[in-house]
């Protein structure tokens, strides 16, 4: 049995899918970008801040599952140019610890509403 996790502290969905899904041991966080989620608007321009908010969007789903950053698993990270991979390598880390969810990251010819960074989480329950 699945069960959707929704929050309004984290954007709405740009499309037909859920924040998040309970499937039982593990939770499933969709892709989030760096969208506020009071307005449904990129912070700002920057790989930096769209990276923050993008980690922000993400704990408000940890918190609404009862969950935490140590609870991931696995990461996925998609970046919109390889170029500013070390700059969100840096400001990803400086939101989780040892030991470290297994991740991937990868350039993607576009990503949602034109996103620098988009990244996807599974949760261990």
């Known amino acids: 049995m699945t069960k959707v ?12 899918y859920s924040q998040a899904v309970d499937a039982g041991d593990l939770i499933f966080i969709s892709g989030q970008i760096g ?10 321009d920057s790989v930096e801040e769209q990276t923050k908010q993008v980690m922000r969007n993400i704990g408000a789903i940890l918190e609404e599952a009862g969950k935490e950053y140590t609870d991931i698993v696995k990461m996925g ?21 040892e030991p470290y ?25």
Do not use: C, H, W
Request: aromatic letters at 8%; hydrophobic letters at 45%; a negative charge.
């Open 5 to 16: 996790i929704e929050t309004d502290k984290a954007p709405k969905a740009v499309g037909p």
């Open 35 to 44: 969208l506020d989620p009071e307005t449904q608007q990129f912070v700002a």
């Open 77 to 97: 990270i998609f970046l919109d140019s390889m170029d500013d991979f070390q700059t969100v390598n840096e400001i990803y880390a400086g939101f989780l610890s």
């Open 101 to 125: 969810p297994a991740r991937a990251a990868i350039e993607a010819a576009k990503l949602p509403k034109g996103a620098k960074v988009e990244m996807e989480a599974i949760v261990k329950k």
